[in-house]
Every structure is written in structure tokens, then in C-alpha cells.
């Protein structure tokens, strides 16, 4: 893999952790409950430090960094629909949006760590950001079916 293809791949990953991190934060703003808006905003806080690393590794390679989200229109970035589930101020709607969000995030990371090419620190940082975004979407998805059995 050459770098320019690494750094197609990482700024990929940026882009989602930067949508997730805005998307966290967003649904932060308008759950009803405290719990879940504490989560929610560990996770976004969680979003922003995984962008900065992996931006670091960006650095090292003599690459571009990465300020923003969906990088790509053609890549769906799973939050496109939080703002609208959060408006609604039901915290059902936003644990599945949020989960919709992590789905999006947990292939991706999937898809970066299924080329044998991506090798190195860098991957060991891909690789432990996405076990850490694996347990968050299960958290997510645990507490939205806690959340719709008690609805």
C-alpha cells in the first residue's frame, strides 16, 4: 500500500470519527436523560482525541491532516440522520440513531483493518480504536433495547 492509499484510509477513518464526534455531541445536547448525555458525551470527547491520533500518524507519513467530517459524499457516514431523530427529544430515537451511527463507524474500521497492507503503529492504532468503537456500539445497542423494553 503506498502512502497516498494509507492516507485515503485514514482520512476516512478522521472523517467518520469527526461525524461521530459532532453526532455524539448533538445527541448529548437533547437526550432527556443524564446518564445517557454523560455517555454521550464521553464519546464525542472519545472521537476527537481517536481523530487526533490518528491525524499524528497523518504527520509521521508527511500526509494532509484531516479538520473535518465525510470527507466523501459517496461514503455514508451513518450520522446523516441524527439532527432529525434529536429533535425529537426521544431518547429511543437517538440511541438508534447513534447505534446507525456506529454501525457506519465500526465497517469502516472494519474495511481499514481488512488490508493486509495497512501495517505497522498505524494499525496498532486503527486496531485499538476499533475495539474500543466495537464496545461502544454494543453499549449503545445493550441500552436502546433496554430503553424501547421500557418505553
Same mark, same amino acid.
Given at each position: 500500500?503506498?502512502? +497516498?492509499? =494509507?492516507?485515503?484510509?485514514?482520512?476516512?477513518?478522521?472523517? =467518520?470519527? /469527526? %461525524?461521530?464526534? *459532532?453526532?455524539? +455531541? $448533538?445527541?448529548? @445536547?437533547?437526550v432527556t436523560r443524564a446518564? *445517557? @448525555?454523560e455517555l454521550f458525551r464521553k464519546y464525542s470527547l472519545q472521537r476527537g482525541v481517536f481523530g487526533q491520533a490518528l491525524n499524528r500518524q497523518m504527520k509521521m507519513l508527511d500526509q494532509e491532516t484531516v479538520d473535518s467530517g465525510s470527507i466523501t459524499g459517496a461514503v455514508h457516514r451513518g450520522w446523516i440522520e441524527t439532527k432529525a431523530a434529536v429533535s425529537t427529544r426521544d431518547d429511543v430515537a437517538v440511541l438508534e440513531e447513534c447505534e446507525r451511527g456506529e454501525d457506519a463507524a465500526v465497517k469502516a474500521y472494519r474495511?481499514?483493518?481488512? %488490508?493486509?497492507?495497512?501495517?505497522g503503529a498505524? @494499525? $496498532?492504532?486503527? /486496531?485499538? !480504536? !476499533?475495539? $474500543?468503537? !466495537? %464496545? +461502544?456500539h454494543d453499549r449503545i445497542r445493550a441500552l436502546r433495547d433496554v430503553s424501547k423494553a421500557t418505553h
Amino acid at each position: 500500500m503506498t502512502t +497516498a492509499e =494509507i492516507s485515503t484510509t485514514i482520512k476516512s477513518l478522521v472523517g =467518520i470519527l /469527526k %461525524d461521530g464526534e *459532532l453526532g455524539f +455531541a $448533538e445527541a448529548a @445536547r437533547d437526550v432527556t436523560r443524564a446518564d *445517557l @448525555r454523560e455517555l454521550f458525551r464521553k464519546y464525542s470527547l472519545q472521537r476527537g482525541v481517536f481523530g487526533q491520533a490518528l491525524n499524528r500518524q497523518m504527520k509521521m507519513l508527511d500526509q494532509e491532516t484531516v479538520d473535518s467530517g465525510s470527507i466523501t459524499g459517496a461514503v455514508h457516514r451513518g450520522w446523516i440522520e441524527t439532527k432529525a431523530a434529536v429533535s425529537t427529544r426521544d431518547d429511543v430515537a437517538v440511541l438508534e440513531e447513534c447505534e446507525r451511527g456506529e454501525d457506519a463507524a465500526v465497517k469502516a474500521y472494519r474495511d481499514a483493518l481488512g %488490508d493486509p497492507h495497512l501495517d505497522g503503529a498505524i @494499525r $496498532e492504532v486503527v /486496531k485499538a !480504536q !476499533q475495539s $474500543e468503537i !466495537q %464496545d +461502544a456500539h454494543d453499549r449503545i445497542r445493550a441500552l436502546r433495547d433496554v430503553s424501547k423494553a421500557t418505553h
